[in-house]
């Protein structure tokens, strides 16, 4: 994430009456073997840019964890996730616009995998049900909202490392699905990424298991709501509204 967005939604946060304002995330298996999460949040900038605009910052690997039962869920009975989504009073997911190579994309659905435990990550599950075990972990716990940032996006390859394009806007919503087929329609609008350019964001499985056991409004219920920008901008959404149904 773009540390300047970061430290934006903090100040947003503390300016909206936030008495405290917490950062916090936990990397992936084989890069926490490297070295702990607020080592890899010092280097990208984010660490300092939370810090400087009021936020502590936690990685937590280094908390307790929560066992929470997954009703309706089909490969999993149940989650841990970190003990801090229950010891705050709202919770804002803070994802990117990222292609993936085992999940197809990743925006705010597969981000909420950074709050589960190492031992339970989709891989570890069931690899021949990555996507579907993505949708069922957000059963777990749903962030009060969803703020992506679309600054830059990921467009082919990922999740570690692929060729960028500047898109240069923010999708918000309280709704993880509609604010994921958004950023899919970005993706798409690219036409690099066959895992996500061949199919409807609709196909994608982590948007259709995600409907399926009851997370998200399918598309006749999303209405997408654009601020005036350049013409740049007016062309994306024009793709992104086609591109996705909405």
């Known amino acids: 994430t773009n540390p300047a967005v970061v430290a934006e939604v903090v100040r947003m946060l503390r300016d909206a009456g ?13 890069t926490l073997a490297l070295g702990s999460t607020l080592g890899k949040m010092k280097k990208c900038g984010i660490l300092q840019a939370a810090r400087e605009a009021g936020a502590e910052t936690v990685g937590f690997e280094d908390g307790g964890w929560v066992e929470v039962p997954l009703p309706g869920a089909r490969y999993l009975d149940k989650a841990q996730v ?17 292609t993936h190579r085992s999940a197809s994309y990743s925006i705010c659905l597969k981000n ?10 989709p891989y570890l599950v069931d690899a021949d ?28 390859d990922g999740p570690w490392k692929g060729p960028e394009a500047p898109t240069d806007l923010i999708i918000a919503s309280r709704d993880a699905v509609a604010a994921d087929v958004v950023g899919l329609g970005i993706i798409k609008s690219f ?20 409907l399926r056991i009851g997370l998200g409004a ?3 219920k999303i ?8 013409r740049k901008f007016g062309e994306l959404m024009k793709q992104v509204r086609e591109l996705s149904g909405l």
Do not use: Y
């Open 218 to 220: 399918p598309a006749e």
């Open 82 to 98: 970190t003990e801090w989504l229950f010891n705050v009073d709202l919770v804002v997911n803070l994802p990117v616009i990222k």
């Open 112 to 121: 909420f995998i950074g709050c589960t435990h190492l031992r339970q990550r």
């Open 129 to 156: 049900h990555w996507e579907e075990l993505v949708a069922e972990f957000n059963l777990a716990f749903r962030p009060d909202l969803h703020i992506v940032d679309g600054t830059v996006s990921m467009i082919e």
């Open 223 to 230: 209405r997408l709501r654009s601020a005036p920008g350049s």
């Open 18 to 30: 936030a008495a405290k304002v917490i950062v916090g995330d936990m990397s992936a298996l084989m």
């Open 191 to 210: 036409g690099r990424w066959g895992p996500v350019a061949d199919k409807s964001p609709w196909q994608q499985k982590q948007i259709s298991h995600a």
